[in-house]
């Protein structure tokens, strides 16, 4: 996938202002950005879903303007929102879905059968979707999005709302599926997502991209390699603002506590005491994502 100056204009305002940017085959990536950053509206000009306003935009090799329908033949989208059918079973789900890819009936229940096993869902196999964990829902809509063997498969926020066991049983399934070869295109709220499965991303905001690069590029171009974070009393934290800023390269005052940037979290914090700090509780950790998002869109992810 290949954009240059890539624009979306939804009457005056634009939503996307202008980008480049360019996904290798087999590459998984990543988009990262708060709301109304533009990742959707990305990722549904990708999709051949919405004509691009500006720009130039070639999706597997194709213009989707003149191509959509041939591209779409050969891309697997996992929207935001589940759109499984919850009257069928789990099998009709993905029955119904090959028919509409023009499979045969007899492939249809071949690859039903591969993907309620890579879905981890062959025991449920006779279902209704309806009573079935968010969890099992979203292994199934990314099962479904296989169904044409897609050569690029499009996630917009696949483990939204979904709880800690079940988003590293999705990771190991998006995992194999990057193993396979398949070009992963993700949007997502959660470092820790991008961190696990992006070989790249880009940070958008206001719809432009802020920064691009590995999770380890990113960080080391954009945060310090430790971080001391110091929680206070409530009502204590502002009063020692100042009493810190000189100990690090950067500080940033969150709600619940103070983030010192430095090359030495635990200088820093022994620098912190021999001025008379007393936090109730510090940790030195590295850097992650998500110091790199809150330096370059001045915003926590945790909304
Ligand atoms: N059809 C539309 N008409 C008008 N404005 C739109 C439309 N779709 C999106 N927008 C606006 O474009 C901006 C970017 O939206 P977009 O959905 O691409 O952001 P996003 O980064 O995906 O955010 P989120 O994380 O909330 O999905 C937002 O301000 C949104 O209100």
Redesign the pocket.
Known sequence: MHAEGLS?R??E?E??RGIDLSVRRGEAFG?L????????????MVACV?PRTGGELRVLGMDPNTRGPHIRARLGVVP?EDTLDNELTVRQNLHVYGRYFGLSRAQVRAKAVELLEFAQLTDRAEDQVEPLSGGMKRRLTIARSLVNDPELLLL??PTTGLDPQARHLLWDRLFRLKQSGVTLII?T?YMDEAEQLCDRLVV?DG?RIAAEGSPAELIAAHSTREVLELRFPPGEQQGHVEQVRGLADRVEVLPDRLLLYTGDGEAALAAAHQRGVRPVTSLVRRSTLEDVFLRLTGRSLVD
Not at 33 to 44: F, H, I, L, Q, Y
């Open positions: 979306k939804f009457g305002f939503a996307v988009f950005g708060p709301n109304g950053a533009g990742k959707s509206s990305t990722m549904r919405s935001q917009d926020e949007t709220h958008m719809g």
